[in-house]
């Protein structure tokens, strides 16, 4: 190894350094949610009339029955089928709700689907073939009293994944997927 591959190296990993350190203000600017933060929410399925209050995150870990409680009501009710739906999401809704300061109930209009409910929401038009929902790792959402406009607004500001609007249908599409936006 000559001294160019090392210097090389270093200066590889001083520049990705240098990159994350510019980038922590931003995010730290973006919210007050912490990592140690405990989690509530309050969520409906707009489709079966489910409510759920919840501490879904204890400051330090995830609490088993309380994600699993929420996994049952973003299942795919059509199939009553149950996925262990990504906790991003879970945390991009409270991140959400805490950087417009939102406690009331977040509002699914889809969360996990099966293979069977996206083709045949497929057919009908308006639903990606490879859908995000299909892996669990979407959620189609809106807050109670909160303007759409401002909640999509906000997941943007936070950069989470993969952004859709859909006013017309009222609400917001979040993923885990790389980020892009897009309207619906």
């Known amino acids: 190894m000559s001294n160019l591959d090392i210097s090389r190296r270093k200066f590889l990993t001083l520049s990705g350094i240098a990159v994350g350190a510019c980038m922590l203000p931003n995010i730290a600017q973006a919210s007050s949610f912490q990592a140690t933060t405990p989690r509530t929410m309050l969520l409906r399925n707009l489709h079966t009339g489910e409510e ?3 501490k ?3 400051g330090k870990t995830y ?3 309380e994600v699993r409680r929420l996994d049952h009501l973003c299942r795919d009710f059509r199939q009553n089928e149950i996925a262990r739906i990504d906790r991003r999401l879970y945390d991009a809704i409270a991140q959400i709700q805490s950087y417009l300061g939102h406690e009331g109930y977040a509002q699914l209009f889809s969360g996990y689907r099966s ?3 996206n083709k045949m929401l497929a057919k009908r038009g308006g639903v990606a073939k490879k859908s995000y929902h299909m892996k669990a790792q979407a959620i189609d ?4 009293g909160v303007p759409l406009a401002k909640i999509r607004k906000a997941a ?3 950069n989470i994944g993969g952004v859709g609007y859909y ?3 009222q609400f917001v ?3 885990t997927g790389p980020v892009r936006n897009w309207r619906g």
């Not at 959402?141 to 109670?144: A, D, G, I, S």
């Open 52 to 54: 759920l209050e919840t």
């Open 56 to 58: 879904y995150f204890n």
């Open 63 to 65: 609490v088993g029955k």
């Open 115 to 117: 293979s069977k409910t």
């Open 141 to 144: 959402f809106n807050l109670e």
């Open 156 to 158: 943007l500001d936070l």
């Open 167 to 169: 006013p017309n249908s």
């Open 173 to 175: 599409h979040i993923d």
